[in-house]
Nanobody
């Protein structure tokens, strides 16, 4: 099992940027797809962005396309989410997750992920 720790959340004004990091420990994540999810109270968890094990394929939910960028540095066992042009509706707790199976293409459904971080709060003020 891998432990995932997110960092980089905080409070930012609309139009601003934040950079989230997800550091994995316990085992390498280089063979696994990774994803960033968000969940507001009372809402279902949503996959915001995902990346396959090699970094060659990515997925973005329509609402963040052109504004968010997911990347990974396998040698650092770290995944990143660069968030630009933030909007108040991006306010959520953001979770990092590691896919259940190795060497798969990018996956964006929650059940396809096994390991989850504790989340980091992102708040965008208007």
């Amino acid at each position: 099992q891998v432990q995932l720790v997110e960092s980089g959340g905080g409070l930012v004004q609309a139009g601003g940027s934040l950079s989230l990091s997800c550091l994995a420990s316990g085992r390498t994540i280089s063979m696994y797809g990774m994803g960033w999810f968000r969940q507001a109270p009372g809402k279902e968890r949503e996959c915001v962005a995902a990346i396959n094990w090699s970094g060659s394929s990515t997925y973005y939910v329509d609402s963040v396309k052109g504004r968010f960028t997911i990347s990974r540095v396998n040698i650092k066992n770290t995944v990143y989410l660069q968030m630009n042009s933030l909007k108040p509706e991006d306010t959520d707790v953001y979770y990092c997750a590691a896919a259940r199976n190795p060497y798969t293409d990018v996956v964006n459904r929650g059940y396809e992920y096994r390991d989850w971080g504790q989340g980091t709060q992102v708040t965008v003020s208007s």
